[in-house]
């Protein structure tokens, strides 16, 4: 697994403002780039882990045998989008801002895909 090189890449994509690596059963961030005084990643993927967790038990309860392979939250100005990391036993997700202005979704969506590889068990 190499964080440095996936986050790298993750920030090479158009529009990237942020990234991380995120262990949402600690909540604690394996790794971040970018980000800054008004855009504080540590933070961002901190509070995230709030968001897979509720999926997790929504999923859960409701009986949905299946996996999450992404979650996005769109902003005005930004796109939030979070993978979870297969092979991780579910624990891991990659965090990843954007500026909406500056980025593809969907080619977002097929690079962080691509991102994710580096990092998979």
Do not use: C
Not at 63 to 87: A, F
Not at 105 to 112: E, M, P
């Amino acid at each position: 697994m190499d964080i440095d090189k996936a986050l790298k890449e993750a920030m090479a994509i158009d529009g990237a403002l942020a990234a991380a690596l995120v262990d949402f059963e600690s909540g604690m961030t394996l790794g971040s780039s970018g980000g800054g005084r008004d855009f504080d990643i540590d933070v961002a993927a901190a509070g995230n882990t709030d968001v897979v967790r509720a999926k997790v038990r929504t999923m859960a309860a409701l009986k949905i045998d299946d996996s999450i392979e992404d979650i996005l939250i769109t902003l005005s100005r930004q796109y939030h989008l979070i993978r979870l990391v297969p092979g991780s036993h579910g624990s891991l997700f990659l965090y990843l801002a954007l500026d909406r202005a500056r980025a593809n979704l969907a080619l977002a969506r097929h690079s962080l895909r691509r991102v994710e590889s580096i990092i998979a068990f």
